[in-house]
């Protein structure tokens, strides 16, 4: 059973940093590529940014000069290092991984962590 954990998530003012994690774990063989999404109250699920497993990174025109993915592929861990956080980037943040496990090729989605971005 393959499980992604968020987090790092909570409440931080405007202008302010958090570092988001996502920890996968369970019977791994490989994971392809790593993303970050959102969802805010009222909207539909929006892609943040990606990370293959050769280090290439894809950023949503929104963010692109003040978030950060990265992953550390021996702990099978991604990142997102969220800077100069606006009011609208409040949302539920959740992680996404497409993975080789014991079950094949499959998706996988965590369970997602709340930031709320508030003065």
């Known amino acids: 059973q393959v499980q992604l954990v968020e987090s790092g998530g909570g409440l931080v003012q405007p202008g302010g940093s958090l570092r988001l994690s996502c920890a996968a774990s369970?019977?791994?063989?490989?994971?392809?590529?790593m993303g970050w999404y959102r969802q805010a109250p009222g909207k539909q699920r929006e892609l943040i940014a990606i990370?293959?497993?050769?280090?290439?990174?894809n950023n949503t025109d929104s963010v692109k000069d003040r978030f950060t993915i990265s992953r550390d592929d021996a702990k099978n861990t991604v990142y997102l290092q969220m800077n100069s956080l606006k009011p609208e980037g409040t949302a539920v943040y959740y992680c996404?991984?497409?993975?080789?496990?014991?079950?094949?090729?499959?998706?996988?989605w965590g369970q997602g962590t709340q930031v709320t971005v508030s003065s």
């Open positions: 996404k991984a497409f993975l080789s496990s014991g079950r094949g090729q499959v998706t996988h």
């Open positions: 369970g019977s791994i063989f490989s994971i392809y590529v």
């Open positions: 990370i293959t497993n050769d280090g290439n990174t």
